[in-house]
């Protein structure tokens, strides 16, 4: 092996282990308009999830970086960020002009 192969694969294994064992994160939360929350809202609230699961780590993938939506009523949302990578700082709460929600490990990938 030549040390230039050797060094891209030591730094290639650094960086891999720096990132972290992939988890899921589930995003729970609600709108605070209750019934009255508009799909324009709804969408907003997917929107800013699925950029907050890219920011940590989630490998881009289509519908399956982020899954899940809101229930009956249309305001309680839980939704699940699909194998987010590296410091994803859990739990923590995300907070919004018209929406929060609670960000926790939701198991291995």
């Excluded at 289509?62 to 987010?84: I, M, S, V, W």
């Amino acid at each position: 092996m030549r040390l230039s192969d050797l060094t891209l694969l030591v730094t290639a294994t650094a960086v891999a282990a720096a990132r972290g064992r992939p988890i899921h994160v589930a995003f729970e939360g609600k709108v605070i308009f209750g019934s009255q929350t508009l799909d324009s809202q709804r969408q907003e609230v997917h929107d800013s999830l699925r950029n907050h699961c890219l920011d940590i780590g989630a490998n881009e993938n289509g519908a399956e970086t982020l899954t899940g939506g809101f229930d009956g009523e249309g305001y309680h949302f839980k939704y699940r960020c699909n194998c987010a990578h590296g410091n994803t700082g859990l739990p923590f709460t995300i907070r919004e002009a018209i929406w929060s929600a609670q960000a926790t490990n939701d198991g291995s990938c």
